[in-house]
């Protein structure tokens, strides 16, 4: 069973900056995309950043020009570097890991809170 834990959430001062951790139980070549959500207190759960195994990126508008997300196949670890963080990004964080036909594996979330 293909597991993902995540890592490196905390606590940050606004404009401060932060590295999410990701590491994959399987290879990351074996996944057909990989990327990070979030889920604010009473908000739905929403799309931060993407990649495919195409090399298609995707970034969510609200973390443009901020976040990047990056992995390391030598680790099977997938990053997200996060930036200019604000208040508005406090969220809890997931890794998420599509592969197979139609097979889905979310990791258990890292809190990241963004506050003086």
């Known amino acids: 069973q293909v597991q993902l834990v995540e890592s490196g959430g905390g606590l940050v001062q606004p404009g401060g900056s932060l590295r999410l951790s990701c590491a994959a139980s399987a290879r990351l070549f074996s996944f057909n995309a990989m990327g990070w959500y979030r889920q604010a207190p009473g908000k739905e759960r929403e799309l931060v950043a993407t990649f495919t195994s195409g090399g298609t990126t995707n970034y969510a508008d609200s973390v443009k020009g901020r976040f990047t997300i990056s992995r390391d196949y030598a680790k099977n670890t997938v990053y997200l570097q996060m930036n200019s963080l604000k208040p508005e990004d406090t969220a809890v964080y997931y890794c998420?890991?599509?592969?197979?036909?139609?097979?889905?594996?979310w990791g258990q979330g890292t809190l990241v809170t963004v506050s003086s």
């Open positions: 998420n890991g599509k592969y197979g036909r139609a097979f889905e594996v």
